[in-house]
């Protein structure tokens, strides 16, 4: 076995933090911390970074989150996100088509999202500049998490892996995922919110060619966002690769059961697409026809989220969750990365204070930080999480408060996403250091 010391992540009289898991949030929260000259190992359970065709977009609230975070994970941001339509004059509205009632598709509503205020991007491609800022020697592959053992005093806290080894650190925090081991470890492996819910929908997802998607869609749609909305599904358009792909979310109202919850995805995709969407218009159908024509076995994607058990505490001791980890979210609002990068930018700012105490007092500090990070944290990105899930009914007309009524629609849609976007980071980040404050004078 290999020693805490040899592996380790710090030695005893630096302050150190552990991050688990290297998606988005995790290299997030890396340069965060790089940024603010905190030390930090990064430990992934998979054996590289593995390229990930999928697109991402950035909210309004998540750019401003990122500039604060690390200005070079803002600019890394900026040089992979595509404009939507002519990217010297962008169409900076949301715009929402009826794709079902007929091959014309009308549109029915928009909502305005600010200047370049909600862009799309490969997210292997942000993945990759985000890496740029983050030195190869803090990295460490084929670790995945058993066990965590915080003893509660002044020593560091022990991380065990599958492989046998130990690492040890003053603050691991967990970002690995929707089916988070650390989130076990902090709640219990029974406890309700351990695990993620099936919301009842499951998603087909690609990338097609810009060339093929102006055919199917027309230029300006192509090259600009749309949703194209139905009975019980809809599908999502993004330019993404500066204009020479879009990217593709075919979502579906699924009243089963998801048939493995060990699995995110399952086999039998194309023929299910195909059937949800028949009676869509030919823009729609077309779409899909695509998709499938590309990959004619291609995953279903099962939607989950932690709606209906959401996790009670982001923080147990020294030990906490962040992004999916701790709240995951249907991707209706495209807020889910955003909300992890705010964690990750409570974290950074906080264990930034901590990294100023000594090692004597380090411990409570990083209690106490933790404590103000979950306090600060769970309101904002759990009601973000519930939103998501009325937005998915709202885009499929099946809201009860909405249904077709495009005014109601978009109204609904407007002010939930306000709340979102319309979010003063300054303000968050003064309410986490009173908090942490105000927890650091009742343990001294």
Not at 64 to 79: D, E, H, V
Not at 169 to 180: E, N, Q, R, T
Not at 252 to 266: C, G, V, Y
């Amino acid at each position: 076995m290999t020693t805490a010391e040899e592996n380790g992540c710090h030695d005893d009289d630096h302050f150190g933090v552990a991050v688990v898991g290297g998606g988005i949030v995790g290299l997030a929260l890396v340069t965060g911390l790089l940024h603010r000259g905190i030390r930090v190992k990064l430990y992934e359970k998979t054996s590289a970074f593995r390229p990930i065709g999928a697109g991402i977009g950035f909210t309004p609230n998540t750019q401003q989150a990122l500039q604060l975070l690390n200005p070079g994970a803002f600019a890394a941001q900026q040089k992979v996100t595509t404009a939507n339509g002519d990217p010297k004059n962008p169409n900076d509205w949301l715009l929402y088509l009826d794709g079902y009632s007929s091959d014309v598709e009308e549109l029915i509503f928009k909502l305005h999202a600010g200047y370049r205020g909600f862009e799309g991007c490969v997210r292997a491609d942000f993945l990759d500049e985000m890496l740029k800022l983050i030195p190869p020697e803090i990295i460490q592959f084929n670790k995945s998490i058993v066990d965590i053992v915080d003893p509660g005093d002044g020593a560091k806290v022990q991380m065990h892996f599958k492989d046998g080894s130990t690492a040890q650190a003053d603050v691991v925090i967990g970002c690995d995922g929707i089916k988070s081991r650390v989130r076990k470890l902090i709640l219990g492996e029974s406890h309700p919110a351990a695990e993620p819910s099936y919301n009842h929908q499951y998603a087909l997802r690609d990338v097609v060619p810009m060339d093929q998607a102006i055919e199917i869609l027309g230029d300006f749609k192509a090259r600009n966002r749309h949703m194209h909305l139905g009975p019980g599904g809809h599908v999502v358009t993004v330019p993404i690769a500066h204009g020479k792909m879009i990217n593709v979310v075919a979502l579906i109202e699924d009243p089963s059961d998801w048939p493995d919850p060990t699995q995110l995805t399952r086999k039998g995709g194309g023929q299910k697409a195909i059937e949800a969407y028949k009676d869509f218009g030919a823009p729609v159908r077309n779409l899909i026809k695509a998709m499938i024509e590309r990959n004619p076995t291609p995953d279903l994607w099962g939607i989950f989220d932690s709606v209906d058990n959401p996790t009670p505490t982001f923080a147990k001791g020294r030990v906490c969750i962040a992004g999916d980890a701790a709240h995951a979210t249907s991707p209706h609002h495209g807020a889910g990365a955003g909300m992890g990068i705010e964690d990750g930018l409570v974290l950074s700012t906080l264990l930034a204070n901590v990294a100023l105490f000594s090692k004597l007092n380090r411990a409570a500090a990083v209690r106490a930080a933790l404590n103000a990070y979950s306090h600060v944290r769970k309101e904002r990105s759990q009601w973000v999480a519930e939103s998501s899930r009325v937005i998915g009914q709202v885009l499929e007309w099946r809201y009860p408060e909405t249904m077709r009524d495009w005014e109601k629609c978009q109204a609904e849609l407007t002010w939930r996403s306000h709340r979102i976007w319309h979010w003063d980071q300054q303000a968050m980040l003064q309410e986490a250091q009173s908090a942490f404050q105000k927890l650091l004078g009742s343990v001294e």
